[in-house]
C-alpha cells in the first residue's frame, strides 16, 4: 500500500509517508508475495517482536495484579501486522505532519524509528519529543489495552513531524490487529469492584478496526465510542 488517507475525506491533510502494510498473524503473506529486498527479515523480525510481546505482556498483566499469563491467555500477542513507514522530506512541513495525531487502536505497538526523530507523543497536553535512542525500541499502550485495563493503562495520542531536510524511517508493529477477530473484549472482570465500575462497552477488535477506518486518523479517540 502507498498513502493510507490520500483520498479520504475525513483527515485534514494526507499524511506525508508511504507505507508497506502486512498482516502478519493470523494469515503470514507467502514469501512470493513479499517485495524480493524485505520479506525474509521482515519475517524473521516479525518472530522476534512477537517473542518480546510475549514477554512484554506478561509484565503488563503483572502490573495490573494479575496472573502473569493473563493478557497471553487472552490473545494480546495475536493479530500481528506490520507496517513500515517511509516518511520523504517535505517542501512545506508547515502544511501538513509525517502522521497526523491519533492513538494505536490495538492492544500494544513496538515500534522501531531511526535516528532522525519526529515522533512526539501528547503529554499533560504538551507535546514532547521521542528522542530515537540507538538500539532501542518504543512501546506504546493501545487503546484496547485502556479499555481492558479499565484506564489504568492509557493508550498515547502521537504524532510524526514532517521533516524539511531530511528522509525519516520507521517500523511499526501493531498486536491486536485482527480485522476478523470477533471475540469480545471488555474491562477485565478481575479489575472491576463497587469503587472501579467498567468504563467502557466490551467490543471486539473486527468492530473496533472497522470503525477506525471508516473514521480515518482525524485527531479524535475512537474509543469516546465505547465509553459508558
Ligand atoms: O513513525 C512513527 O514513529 C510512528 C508511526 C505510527 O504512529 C503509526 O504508524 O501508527
Ligand atoms: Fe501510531
Not at 3 to 19: E, G, I, K, M, T
Not at 49 to 69: A, P, Q, R, Y
Not at 78 to 86: A, E, R
Not at 218 to 228: C, N, Q
Request: with cysteine; aromatic share 10%; net charge negative.
Amino acid at each position: 500500500m502507498s498513502n493510507f488517507d490520500l483520498y479520504r475525506p475525513c483527515v485534514p491533510a494526507a499524511s506525508w509517508r508511504d507505507s508497506l502494510f502486512c498482516f502478519i498473524d493470523p494469515n503470514p503473506p507467502t514469501p512470493q508475495e513479499f517485495p524480493t529486498v524485505c520479506g525474509e527479515i521482515l519475517m524473521d523480525f516479525s518472530k522476534d517482536v512477537t517473542k518480546l510481546g510475549c514477554s512484554l505482556l506478561e509484565l503488563l498483566s503483572e502490573g495490573l495484579d494479575l496472573d502473569h499469563c493473563h493478557l497471553n491467555d487472552m490473545d494480546c500477542a495475536k493479530g500481528l501486522s506490520v507496517l513500515s513507514n517511509y516518511y520523504p522530506s517535505c517542501p512545506q512541513p508547515e502544511l501538513t505532519m509525517g502522521t497526523i495525531q491519533h492513538s494505536d487502536g490495538d492492544f500494544f505497538t513496538v515500534l522501531l524509528q531511526d535516528e532522525i526523530g519526529g515522533l512526539q507523543v501528547l503529554h499533560q497536553n504538551q507535546w514532547v519529543n521521542v528522542p530515537p535512542i540507538p538500539g532501542a525500541l518504543i512501546v506504546n499502550i493501545g487503546d484496547f489495552l485502556q479499555l481492558m485495563s479499565n484506564d489504568k493503562y492509557l493508550s498515547v495520542e502521537h504524532r510524526v513531524i514532517a521533516n524539511k531536510d531530511v528522509s525519516r524511517m520507521s517500523v511499526a508493529c501493531f498486536f491486536g490487529d485482527n480485522v476478523q477477530s470477533s471475540k469480545l473484549y471488555g474491562p477485565i472482570t478481575e479489575l472491576l469492584s463497587e469503587d472501579n465500575p467498567p468504563k467502557y462497552r466490551a467490543t471486539t477488535l473486527k468492530d473496533y478496526r472497522s470503525y477506525i477506518y471508516n473514521k480515518g486518523i482525524d485527531g479524535t479517540s475512537a474509543l469516546l465510542r465505547y465509553k459508558i
